[in-house]
């Protein structure tokens, strides 16, 4: 038996080393996938990640953990992800608010995009302006913008946090119609969107799947979309652009990240991962629900977006006069 196990236990490594796999890696299959979240339940990438959860531990072969950490606007749980282990047992589903960190924040505990390994951008998730119908008359932008223009600086709108897209998408809308509002950041969606609700902030963006319910129940007002065409998940929601601001759109994307120094061979299972999910019937029927687009970039080509999306949110960080915190 002792031969047996022995010759077996050779053929394996004599196998992994011809296909060109350390014996470390061929024989130590994770069998916990932690995802970790730079952001709240309740949020849009929580909404995404737990839809997805189930097709993703079945192709990767291991029981997926989703693991909320959205403390300092997100960059707790990046923080986490930087100093996790380079084995594929911890990765992360982000929004764009990765790439507006370096921009907004002086002394990041990490560097973007260096200590992570951008495995897929996946897709994008649509955003809408919404209001208090207690606290805004307001049913359209040009009723809002009016409103706003009468009471500059008076209103105040609610972000899941200093620097995130939310903050920065409402920031753009802002700058675009030439009006004024206080910002009151949150420590996340969930948070923002009760307070929403409760009154005690006047509007902000939020991507729709977290305020569908919501909007659906009269509880939040939507005053337009944010992207580029309307959804066919709300497709009475007229975007920006339809009104009155020419050209407007501001793209809210999400992307599977692991952490620096991730190998070939577990980048690749990762993307192969990500694919097979998202092409899962359940899931698409699930991002079709929340509106999310689903466009899943190469390994390759998500490093190339995430350099190119840095730069452009630079320069609308510094277009919008956000100062560093």
Do not use: C
């Not at 047996?4 to 992994?16: D, G, P, T, Y």
């Not at 986490?80 to 594929?88: E, F, N, V």
């Not at 309307?230 to 007229?238: K, L, M």
């Not at 190998?263 to 698409?284: G, I, L, Q, S, Y």
């Amino acid at each position: 038996m002792n031969d047996f196990l022995h010759l077996n236990r050779r053929h394996v490594l004599a196998a992994a080393l011809a296909a060109g796999v350390t014996p470390l890696a061929a024989l130590a299959q994770p069998s916990t996938v932690k995802f970790i979240l730079p952001n709240a339940t309740g949020s849009g990438v929580d909404a995404i990640t737990r839809a997805a959860q189930p097709a993703l531990g079945k192709a990767l072969g291991a029981s997926v953990v989703v693991d909320n950490q959205p403390g300092a606007g997100g960059i707790v749980g990046l923080n986490a992800l930087a100093r996790s282990p380079a084995d594929g047992s911890a990765l992360a589903v982000v929004s764009n608010n990765v790439v507006i960190f370096p921009s907004v924040i002086k002394s990041l505990p990490f560097d973007m995009p260096n200590d992570f390994t951008p495995i897929a951008v996946v897709g994008a998730t649509p955003m809408v302006l919404v209001v208090n119908p207690q606290r805004v008359s307001a049913t359209n932008s040009k009723e809002f913008v009016a409103l706003l223009k009468s009471k500059p600086g008076q209103l105040n709108f609610a972000s899941g946090g200093n620097g995130t897209i939310l903050h920065l998408a409402t920031e753009i809308y802002l700058d675009a119609t030439g009006t004024q509002a206080r910002h009151i950041p949150y420590k996340g969606v969930g948070p923002m969107v009760t307070d929403l609700i409760g009154g005690q902030v006047d509007f902000g963006t939020v991507a729709l799947p977290s305020v569908q319910q919501q909007i659906k129940a009269g509880t939040l007002r939507a005053i337009g979309m944010l992207s580029p065409q309307r959804t066919p998940a709300a497709p009475e929601i007229p975007t920006m652009a339809e009104q009155g601001l020419a050209g407007f759109a501001v793209e809210a994307w999400f992307a599977v990240i692991g952490p620096k120094k991730l190998d070939a061979a577990n980048v690749k299972k990762a993307h192969d991962a990500v694919v097979a999910a998202f092409n899962d019937p359940a899931v698409k029927d699930a991002m079709a629900k929340q509106g999310n687009t689903i466009a899943i970039s190469t390994p390759e080509e998500a490093q190339a977006a995430f350099k190119r999306e840095l730069a452009k949110y630079a320069a609308l960080v510094k277009k919008v006069g956000l100062e560093p915190q």
